[in-house]
């Protein structure tokens, strides 16, 4: 039982590129989540997914876009990568549906990213 | 707007101490509340929750209580081992809400 899988797990870009996260579940979750979490600042959320063919944005969505490809896999792509977005990024999952509330999540191991 | 708060870190206790991390939230209706934990290097794991009044979670050791006349939800273990340094952190999480609020987490050091 794998849970939330994120690759890749390290990851070293320079200034302007650009990449893409992954991340899958396999509960059959409906919402999807993508955090980002930096010394002091806590977690903040990035995207999320209530359901299948739908996102919306989050705190800090700016230079980021995302992708819910279908139930199970949610990827987060920066197009420009800038030193801001040095982070550890979390993707979470939950079995909630939209509006029904929260059950609690289910958190990937994380992707460090470093951005020089 | 809803929130949590948690007790600033880091915390540093000696082994088998008894531990108490203190969460109040902000927020109408009934929210469910939960306590994750993140051990270095990994991502957050659920470790309790509690989805009403006076309802208590527990695992591992840890307890705590949902305390709606003094919305709070404080986290507590009896007797604390060097494993159980980590990062806690307080939620809450709402029927007309699609996501969780997150507390600003408080780092835990257990010493020998």
């Known amino acids: 039982n794998a849970g939330v899988t994120q690759t890749p797990k390290f990851q070293v870009l320079k200034t302007g590129q650009s990449m893409t996260l992954q991340c899958a579940q396999d509960m059959n979750h409906n919402s999807m989540y993508w955090y980002r979490q930096d010394p002091g600042m806590g977690l903040r959320l990035i995207y999320y997914?209530?359901?299948?063919?739908?996102?919306d944005k989050g705190e800090v969505p700016n230079g980021y876009n995302v992708s819910r490809l279908n139930k199970r896999e949610f990827s987060l792509r920066l197009e420009s990568a800038a030193p801001s977005q040095t982070s550890v990024y979390f993707c979470a999952s939950s079995p909630s549906r939209k509006g029904e509330g929260s059950y609690g999540y289910t958190f990937g191991s994380g992707t460090r990213l470093t951005v020089v | 707007g809803d929130s949590v708060t948690q007790m600033e870190g880091p915390v540093t206790l000696s082994e088998e101490a008894f531990l108490t991390i203190n969460c109040t939230y902000t927020a109408t209706g009934y929210p469910s509340l939960f306590w994750y934990v993140q051990y270095p290097g990994e991502g957050l794991q659920l470790l309790l929750k509690?989805?009403?009044?006076?309802d208590k979670g527990s695992n591992k050791g840890f307890e705590a209580t949902y305390r709606k006349e003094t919305t709070s939800f404080h986290l507590e273990k009896g007797s604390v081992q060097v494993s159980d340094s980590a990062v806690y952190f307080c939620a809450l999480g709402k029927t007309s809400y699609d996501k969780v609020i997150f507390g600003p987490g408080t780092s835990l050091s257990v010493i020998p």
């Open positions: 997914s209530a359901s299948e063919g739908t996102t």
């Open positions: 509690a989805t009403k009044a006076d």
